[in-house]
């Protein structure tokens, strides 16, 4: 069972289009995590959200934490091939333990 | 820096076999997790090392345990392996430093186990 539930699974677009994924959990996190995977890879740290309502930009990617700090979502804008991988959020206890979601699988084609 | 490496990349193993797997993390990093991943449940906490004490644990049974080395390096052991067991393999190391804030974990390419 999932504590962190993501939506969609899969998300195919073509380049240019925008994107959101969502990630949303029943549970409180003191921080949560966006990791993108790609095939062969480990999961890479994109960012970390700490406080509720908290919003990120980094270049064409906005990641926002809810007020509540149980969701958030990753949007994309002007999608591009290279943003192809797979997209998973991670909440972090108070411990620092963190729970995955399964993760949003993204294909961007040219 | 040079990142976590994991060895071996990919492993084919038979029921009831054990295997056993390694994670060199980064230079200076004190903290060692595993993960295991499939296409199903995603990303499975197995445990966490921290100067060679594990300090997390995950909802695996005993079949799964880990130690740390004095350098940081930490190995996974499987033991009596069932189908099910067939999954990418994931270490991750941190700093983990203390204060404030979360800990970045920075993960390794992974082993693929294949039980058969």
């Known amino acids: 069972t999932q504590l962190l539930e993501q939506s969609p699974q899969f998300l195919s677009i073509q380049e240019g289009e925008n994107l959101t994924v969502y990630c949303n959990s029943s549970?409180?996190?003191?921080?949560l995590q966006w990791y993108r995977q790609e095939p062969g890879e480990g999961p890479v740290l994109l960012v970390t959200v700490v406080t509720g309502g908290e919003v990120k930009k980094l270049k064409r990617l906005t990641f926002q934490f809810g007020d509540a700090r149980k969701d958030s979502s990753l949007h994309i804008t002007a999608a591009q091939p290279g943003d192809t991988g797979l997209y998973l959020c991670?909440?972090?206890?108070?411990?620092?333990?963190?729970?995955f979601g399964a993760g949003t699988q993204v294909v961007v084609t040219p | 820096k040079a990142g976590v490496t994991q060895t071996p990349r990919y492993l084919i193993k038979t029921r009831g076999q054990q295997v056993t797997l390694s994670c060199s993390p980064i230079?200076?990093?004190?903290?060692v997790s595993w993960y295991q991943q499939t296409p199903g449940q995603g990303l499975q906490f197995l445990f966490e090392?921290?100067?060679?004490?594990?300090?997390n644990k995950g909802n695996f049974p005993g079949r799964f345990s880990g130690r740390q080395f004095s350098n940081s390096r930490s190995e996974m052991n499987v033991s009596t392996l069932e189908l099910g067991d067939s999954a990418l393999y994931l270490c991750?190391?941190?700093?983990?430093?203390?204060?404030?804030?979360?800990?970045?974990?920075?993960f390794g390419p992974g082993t693929r186990l294949t039980v058969l």
């Open positions: 549970s409180v996190f003191s921080s």
């Open positions: 090392y921290f100067s060679e004490t594990q300090r």
């Open positions: 991750a190391s941190s700093l983990s430093a203390g204060g404030a804030g979360p800990d970045t974990q920075y």
């Open positions: 230079s200076g990093h004190r903290s």
């Open positions: 991670a909440g972090a206890d108070s411990w620092g333990k963190l729970q």
